[in-house]
C-alpha cells in the first residue's frame, strides 16, 4: 500500500523540529492505555532482547521487572530522551526528513512505536527501515489510541475512522517486501475500542481511552 500526495500532507507544515524543540514531559494516552502497553510489552518481548524504541519521549512504558540486552531511544527531543531512564542510548532524527535510520541490519529483536505512527509522512520508508534493523523472526509493535496532535497527523489519518486506522498500519506492514515475498508476517491486531463517545472521553468523563495495537514479525 503506497500513500498518495495529499494523504500525506499536514495541517501545520511547518518543520517538525520546530513544533518539537520545547519537551512535554506528559503522557499522550491515559493510565490504562499505559498499562495495557506495558503488559503488551511484557508478554511479547523477551527479557534480554535488544529494542528500538522509535519516536520516543522521556517514558517508554517498557516493563521495569524485565531486564532487556539494550534499549535504543529515537524522538525528536533531546531533553525528553536524555530523562528517559529506559534508554542506554538515543538518537534524534526527523523521520519525516530522512527515514534511514543510522543502525546496522538485523540489530534488534523488537521495534516498537508508541501513540506516534500518526505523524510519518512517509510511513512505507519507515516500515522498510524497521524491518531492515530487525532481526529474522524479530517483532515490531505499533501501539496507538485516538489522540493526537491534530494538525501534525497526516491527511490519511486524520480522515479514517479508528477502524481504518488499524486497517492504515497493517497497510504500512504488508507495504514491505523481500524481493517477491512478503517482509512481514500477516498483521496481528488487537483492537480494544472505548465505550465512551470521543467528546465525552476528551472531556475526561467517562471511560478510558481506546487501546489498538498491530504486530507483525519480520519473516526468516
Not at 503488551?40 to 532482547?49: K, V
Not at 529494542?51 to 517498557?62: I, K, N, P
Not at 492504515?168 to 517477491?180: I, M
Amino acid at each position: 500500500m503506497l500513500l498518495q500526495s495529499n494523504q500525506r500532507s499536514k495541517l501545520d507544515e511547518t518543520e517538525d523540529t520546530l513544533f518539537y524543540a520545547y519537551p512535554r514531559f506528559v503522557t499522550h494516552v491515559d493510565e490504562g492505555f499505559i498499562d495495557q502497553l506495558t503488559q503488551l510489552y511484557r508478554d511479547r518481548i523477551p527479557p534480554g532482547s535488544r529494542v528500538l524504541d522509535l519516536m520516543s519521549s522521556w517514558v517508554s512504558h517498557l516493563p521495569d521487572d524485565v531486564e532487556f540486552a539494550h534499549v535504543e531511544g529515537h524522538g525528536m527531543n533531546g531533553d525528553e530522551l536524555a530523562r528517559n531512564r529506559q534508554l542506554n542510548h538515543y538518537f534524534i532524527q526527523d523521520l519525516n526528513k530522512d527515514p534511514k535510520l543510522p543502525l546496522g541490519d538485523r540489530e534488534f529483536d523488537t521495534v516498537s512505536i508508541c501513540v506516534s505512527v500518526q505523524y510519518l509522512q512517509y510511513p512505507e520508508a519507515v516500515f522498510h527501515e524497521m524491518h531492515r534493523v530487525l532481526k529474522p523472526g524479530g517483532v515490531a509493535i505499533v501501539s496507538f489510541s485516538n489522540r493526537m496532535f491534530f494538525q501534525k497527523a497526516i491527511a490519511a489519518w486524520r480522515e479514517a475512522t479508528e477502524a481504518k486506522r488499524v486497517k492504515l498500519v497493517e497497510g504500512y506492514f504488508n507495504s514491505v517486501r523481500s524481493g517477491e515475498l512478503p517482509g512481514f508476517s500477516v498483521p496481528e491486531a488487537i483492537v480494544r475500542p472505548s465505550i465512551t463517545p470521543p467528546v465525552l472521553q476528551m472531556l475526561g468523563l467517562g471511560g478510558g481511552d481506546p487501546f489498538y495495537a498491530v504486530i507483525a514479525h519480520r519473516q526468516l
